[in-house]
């Protein structure tokens, strides 16, 4: 019904720079706070960043100074801005929405992931 769909990995090196977008398409009333989480072979899936409706920002320690989080409301489309990457944000990352349905109930929608690897 709700669909996410991540674009932009890919392969960069350390110190470079790589963007990522996720696209929610479906039936959609509205869609709340909106996220990127990273999972790494061997860890468990972490918070990266999450941004509100109206623009309100958080981030994980690690992406502090380094990422940006920002979004379309128009166009249900979040991104991801990387600079400064290091071989530690190697992983796959998945973008999250939590998603108002016409009937008013709430889903947590995740995208399928986009591998981005960092080379040192």
């Known amino acids: 019904q709700v669909q996410l769909v991540e674009s932009g990995g890919g392969l960069v090196q350390a110190g470079g720079s790589l963007s990522l977008s996720c696209a929610a398409s479906?039936?959609?009333?509205?869609?709340?706070?909106m996220g990127w989480y990273r999972q790494a072979p061997g860890k468990q899936r972490e918070l990266v960043a999450s941004?509100?409706?109206?623009?309100?920002?958080n981030y994980a320690d690690s992406a502090k100074g380094r990422f940006t989080i920002s979004r379309d409301n128009a166009k249900n489309t979040v991104y991801l801005q990387m600079n400064s990457l290091k071989a530690e944000d190697t992983a796959v990352y998945y973008c999250?929405?939590?998603?108002?349905?016409?009937?008013?109930?709430?889903?947590?929608?995740w995208g399928q992931g986009t591998q981005v690897t960092v080379s040192s």
């Open positions: 479906g039936i959609i009333w509205r869609i709340d706070v």
């Open positions: 999250k929405g939590s998603v108002v349905g016409w009937d008013g109930g709430v889903n947590d929608c």
């Open positions: 941004i509100s409706r109206g623009g309100n920002t």
